[in-house]
């Protein structure tokens, strides 16, 4: 079956760099993405990657793939208070008829100055 | 361009009445589909429309219905609430080819529903 897993909870500080992992477990999946919410609000997509690709960078974000372990992080570099949040991971594949996302529980990020 | 636009963003119904929830996606965009979010259960995929069709839907009983009207709008219908029906109800909007999931899908703020 499907599955995605993530650590809940991150404590860093300003400055620092934040790493937020997941696992999945549909090795058909085709993109993985990363989705940010703040509270109150809906879902912002961070950045994704296809699953051909190892890394892709997007100005302070990281993404890094390793496919044969099923493993995707996400590196946060001179992680703000502002990027305190409930970070997302979750999967898509092609197998079915429509399209479905399926996400992790979230890993809540906090940030302390 | 404008978001994804969802409403109403609040709601309180008492158990055993229905609930109707409206998703306008961003413009061109023919696929959306329908999530629930709950502290228990996180992130669950409800069901997705494309082209006013029923495409994929998740693992939800028959009292979680929706459809797709021809502008793309799509409203999802929840009858004889439950009180574990509460929960926010996102919309995530897109472009419904999968040529094209690596543009991603774009949520609406969502409806918090509370069934009392």
């Known amino acids: 079956g499907e599955d995605v897993e993530q650590s809940l909870f991150l404590s860093v500080r300003e400055g620092d760099s934040s790493v937020i992992n997941c696992t999945y477990t549909?090795?058909?999946?085709?993109?993985l993405y990363w989705y940010k919410q703040e509270p109150g609000a809906g879902l912002q997509l961070l950045t994704y990657?296809?699953?051909?690709?190892d890394m892709k960078q997007d100005q302070r974000l990281t993404v890094l793939l390793n496919k044969k372990d099923k493993h995707l992080s996400l590196r946060i570099a001179d992680t703000q208070t502002g990027d305190s949040a409930i970070y997302f991971c979750?999967?898509?594949?092609?197998?079915?008829?429509?399209?479905?996302?399926?996400f992790g529980k979230g890993t809540t990020l906090s940030v302390s100055s | 361009k404008a978001g994804v636009t969802q409403t109403p963003r609040y709601l309180i119904k008492t158990r055993g009445q229905q609930v109707t929830l409206s998703c306008s996606p961003i413009s061109g965009h023919r696929s959306v589909s329908w999530y629930q979010q709950t502290p228990g259960q996180g992130l669950q995929f409800l069901f997705e429309?494309?082209?006013?069709?029923?495409?994929n839907k998740g693992n939800f009983p028959g009292r979680f219905s929706g459809r797709q009207f021809s502008n793309s709008r799509s409203e999802m219908n929840v009858s004889t609430l439950e009180l574990g029906d509460s929960a926010l109800y996102l919309c995530?909007?897109?472009?419904?080819?999968?040529?094209?999931?690596?543009?991603?899908?774009?949520f609406g703020s969502g409806t918090r529903l509370t069934v009392v």
């Open positions: 990657i296809f699953s051909n690709m």
């Open positions: 549909d090795s058909s999946s085709t993109y």
């Open positions: 429309y494309f082209s006013e069709t029923q495409r």
């Open positions: 979750a999967e898509s594949n092609l197998r079915q008829a429509g399209t479905a996302l399926i």
């Open positions: 995530a909007s897109s472009s419904g080819s999968r040529a094209r999931l690596n543009y991603g899908y774009t």
